[in-house]
C-alpha cells in the first residue's frame, strides 16, 4: 500500500499552486504594507524591486507548474498590479490563456503610466491605450488647473482604474476607497469598441471621470457628515471637462461639454451666496475661490496639508474641513487681496 503513503504525504496539484499563489500574494502584500507604513519619497516602480528573491521565484515556480489553477493563476495576477508588475501580470496572463480563455479574459489586460495602472476586464489593448490618452489629458489639465502633487491616498503609489465593460450601466464611475493600499477608480463601459461620452444611453463617463479624480484627491468631513455637500467633485469636474475641452486635446467623441462646465455652473449660480450651508452654497464657494484666488492656490493649499498631513485619514483616504482649506489658503495666498477674498469667503 506504499502508494497510498505517498498520495498522502504528497500535496494534491491543487493545494501547491494555491500555496504557491498566495505566498506570492502575501510577498506582495508585505511590500505594500511596509511602504504604507513609511511612504518617505519612494515611488511606485522602485517598490517592486524590494520583493525579496525568493518571491519572484515563487511566481515562476506557479506559472511552470503543470497543474497550476486557474483560481491561483488569477490570485497571482492580480497580485502583480497591487505592485507594478504588468510584465510578469502578462506573463501569468498568457498561463491563464492556456488553461482558460474565459478566465484570462476576465483576469483582463493591464496598462502602466507614469502615474496610474489601467485593468481592463472585457476589453482589449487598444481600448486601454485610448483610455490612457484620454485619462493623460485629464490629468494634464489637472496639472495645469490644479497642479495637485499626489494621486494616490498612500504617498508614491500610482492610481488604479479598472475599467469593465458590461451590459448596461447600473452604477455609474465611482471612486473606491476600500483597498488597503492604493487608490482606485471602478469605471464600466457598454462599448468595447469606442469610448464615447454621453454614451447612447446619457451617461457622462468623460466628465465622471473627472469627477471621481476630484473625490480621489478631498473627501470632506468625514463618514457621516460630508462637509462639502458633494460639491467638490462636481466643481473639479465640470472645471476639468471645461478646460480639458479647449485646445487640441485628442477628445474625439468626448462632447460633455455642451452639459457640463464651469461656467454653466458660474451662471445658474451667480445669485447664490457662497457659503458651507448646503451644495449650491458650497458650489458657489469653490467658483469664488476659483475666480478670485485661482484653481492653482487651491491645488498648493491642498498640497501643503498632505505634506503637513495632519488632516483626518479614514482607511488612509484624505479628508478635510473648510476650516483647515482656509488656514491653508491664508499661507500659500500671497497677494494680500487673495488672501482678504478667502478670510471674507470662508467663514
Ligand atoms: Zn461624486
Known sequence: MRWLALAVLLPAPQDAAEALASQWTEAVRR???????????????????????????????????????AASLVEAGEACLDL???????????????????????????????????????????????????????????????????????????????????????????????FPFHSEIDFPVIDPKELKSPTSKGHFLFYGLCHELGHVIAMWGDRGREEDHHAWAHYTGVAIVEHASKGARKLDGLADIKWKSLEKERQALKDKAPSVADRDGVMSLFIALHDRVGPKAIGAAINLLDREDRRKRINKVRYYGFAELKEALLKTVKDPKGRAAVAQLIR
Request: no cysteine; glycine share 6%.
Open 84 to 178: 507594478d508588475l504588468v510584465r510578469e501580470f502578462e506573463k501569468v496572463r498568457a498561463r491563464l490563456e492556456k488553461l482558460s480563455g474565459e478566465q484570462a479574459s476576465r483576469l483582463g489586460t493591464a496598462l502602466s503610466r507614469d502615474r496610474y495602472i489601467l485593468r481592463g476586464i472585457g476589453l482589449d489593448r487598444a481600448y486601454l491605450d485610448r483610455f490612457a490618452e484620454v485619462l493623460d489629458a485629464v490629468l494634464a489639465a489637472y496639472d495645469e488647473l490644479f497642479a495637485f502633487e499626489e494621486w494616490s491616498k498612500v504617498p508614491g503609489k500610482k492610481l488604479r482604474v479598472r475599467i469593465h465593460l458590461e451590459e448596461e450601466i447600473t452604477r455609474p464611475p465611482h471612486f473606491a476607497p476600500q
Open 31 to 69: 511590500v505594500n504594507e511596509e511602504h504604507a507604513g513609511k511612504p518617505g519619497k519612494t515611488r511606485e516602480p522602485e517598490l517592486a524591486r524590494r520583493l525579496p528573491k525568493s518571491a519572484v521565484a515563487t511566481l515562476d515556480k506557479l506559472i511552470a507548474l503543470p497543474d497550476a489553477t
